[in-house]
């Protein structure tokens, strides 16, 4: 763990001697030259890979994101910020808060400036950021340079179940920097980097809820200093008085949001609602269904062999890999947790070539970013990311026609609706919907009442959300839709092979 003050920190490229400088041979400057101009075409293309992904999948099907949109627009009309429920019937009037209000604003921006491909923009610059400070993680903490591109590069290819317009990409990456600041302390000694963390917190407060993990970490490199003054086999430079007071710090920066110490109780709530976990396909374990499931299972398990392999107990780095793996499998939401703590956990136990190290100096990085934004340029215009095959790729899974018929013959609510649309609804309806995707508005029962009742289980009539609809739009498929063919209450309005649309009869005079 401890090394000489004098060594040169692994895998930075400031204690490298220019190509030119004096002991060179002059056949070694254009061989030197030729493999800084390698670096730069392979960073490059570190680069741009995960953005092309991103490009390619192009996903602004995820209903949640509508939701935020339209959060965003409430505070733009109201200047304010909403303390109670102003989307949703069963909400209404209770307590709610926007905790990602900051993010809601910048992704309606995209919207509002570039349409759907704002969506996809902000998406692709969150993973190339991600994928930034994932590789100066790395390459921080493993000298071998192709071994830290071929790190990064798996890392972020695990992350493509996340490739979508969401507020977990900044907690993605403040939790990356999070940890390589703190790894950097822990093997230097230099506690000043950390002087960052309250400004990062204050930002992760206000744009994701997940700043627990983050605290989470805080709360593991803080108990490796105090469990070393009685436990000789923990070997760290972190100074417990520094890092007390910087977690005081960022603790104190996390209340510097809207809804002060409030946040934790909604933290708590989102954190302890279980029921959720089998109903929502984001909440649910790892499927293993595609080559990135996998990837993140083969992570945990180099992780865990490369702690295995050391001679010396390294609490931190377990303890890390713990939290990890308790959060990682138990939700597919929180893979990153186990890819970002892993990869920093390979990074520094791999042993690589340590000739083999970065070349390239700060003024390399233009070339590097023109490089890969002229790489994702192109591949903009190959994958058509246009409004206009967007609309179609969202037509094809939110329930687009349907709503354009419920304008166009002026229906009105009360609304019931399927839990899965419940966000594009809110945007593009501006009715109160029976429910949505904000788990913690609603709680266990509600949500498994609406489920039960789209599944046509034995009292599907009795529920009293249906029974004061006045409008109804669930997929055409569903068993309910299937029953309110036969309801005389309802007559069918409008159907397409993805929405059905109910409207509640007119007495007769």
Not at 52 to 80: F, K, P, Y
Not at 338 to 354: H, P, W, Y
Not at 386 to 403: K, T
Request: hydrophobic share 55%; proline share 6%.
């Amino acid at each position: 763990m401890k090394s000489s003050p004098s060594a040169p920190t692994s895998g930075s490229n400031e204690s490298l001697a220019p190509a030119s400088a004096p002991g060179n041979s002059p056949a070694a400057v254009p061989a030197s030259r030729s493999l800084q101009w390698a670096q730069v075409l392979v960073l490059s293309a570190l680069f741009s890979v995960p953005a092309l992904i991103c490009l390619h999948t192009a996903n602004v099907t995820d209903a949640d994101v509508w939701w935020h949109m339209r959060t965003g627009q409430w505070i733009l009309e109201h200047r304010a910020l909403p303390h109670t429920d102003p989307f949703s019937s069963f909400g209404a009037g209770k307590p709610w808060a926007a905790y990602s209000w900051l993010f809601d604003l910048l992704v309606l921006q995209f919207f509002q400036r570039l349409g759907l491909a704002g969506l996809v923009a902000y998406s692709t610059g969150m993973v190339v950021a991600v994928t930034v400070v994932l590789h100066r993680l790395i390459r921080r903490l493993q000298a071998d340079f192709s071994i830290a591109v071929l790190l990064t590069l798996a890392a972020s290819l695990c992350l493509s179940r996340l490739y979508t317009p969401r507020s977990w990409w900044f907690t993605i990456l403040f939790f990356a920097l999070e940890l390589d600041l703190l790894m950097q302390a822990r093997k230097t000694g230099r506690m000043r980097g950390l002087l960052w963390l309250p400004l990062i917190f204050a930002l992760w407060a206000n744009l994701h809820i997940q700043f627990i993990d983050g605290l989470v970490l805080l709360a593991i490199a803080l108990a490796e200093p105090l469990l070393a003054r009685f436990w000789t086999g923990i070997q760290t430079r972190l100074r417990p008085g520094w890092l007390m007071g910087v977690s005081a710090a960022c603790l104190l920066a996390t209340l510097a949001n809207p809804y002060g110490w409030s946040i934790y109780k909604v933290a708590f709530g989102l954190a302890s609602q279980s029921g959720v976990l089998s109903k929502v396909s984001e909440l649910e374990a790892i499927p293993f269904r595609n080559l990135a499931d996998y990837g993140v299972l083969l992570f945990a398990m180099a992780a865990a062999a490369v702690l295995a392999r050391a001679r010396r107990f390294a609490f931190f780095e377990t303890a890390l890999l713990a939290f990890a793996l308790l959060v990682s499998f138990r939700s597919i939401r929180d893979v990153w947790v186990m890819v970002v703590a892993a990869s920093a956990i390979l990074a520094s136990g791999v042993i690589g070539d340590q000739k083999n190290r970065l070349l390239l100096r700060a003024t390399a990085i233009p070339f590097v970013a023109v490089l890969a934004g002229g790489v994702v340029s192109l591949g903009v215009r190959s994958q058509q990311v246009d409004d206009v095959h967007l609309r179609a790729q969202l037509a094809e899974i939110l329930p687009v026609r349907a709503v354009q018929a419920v304008k166009a013959k002026g229906l009105g609510g009360p609304l019931f609706n399927d839990y899965n649309w419940g966000g594009y609804l809110i945007w593009e309806l501006r009715l109160p919907v029976s429910i949505d995707e904000r788990q913690n508005v609603y709680g266990d029962a509600p949500i498994d009442r609406s489920v039960a009742t789209w599944y046509a289980m034995p009292d599907w009539a009795s529920d009293p959300n249906l029974r004061k609809a006045k409008l109804v739009i669930g997929p055409v498929k569903a068993p309910l839709t299937q029953l309110l063919r036969q309801d005389p209450r309802f007559e069918l309005v409008f159907e397409d092979n993805l929405a059905a649309v109910f409207a509640a009869r007119r007495p007769s005079p």
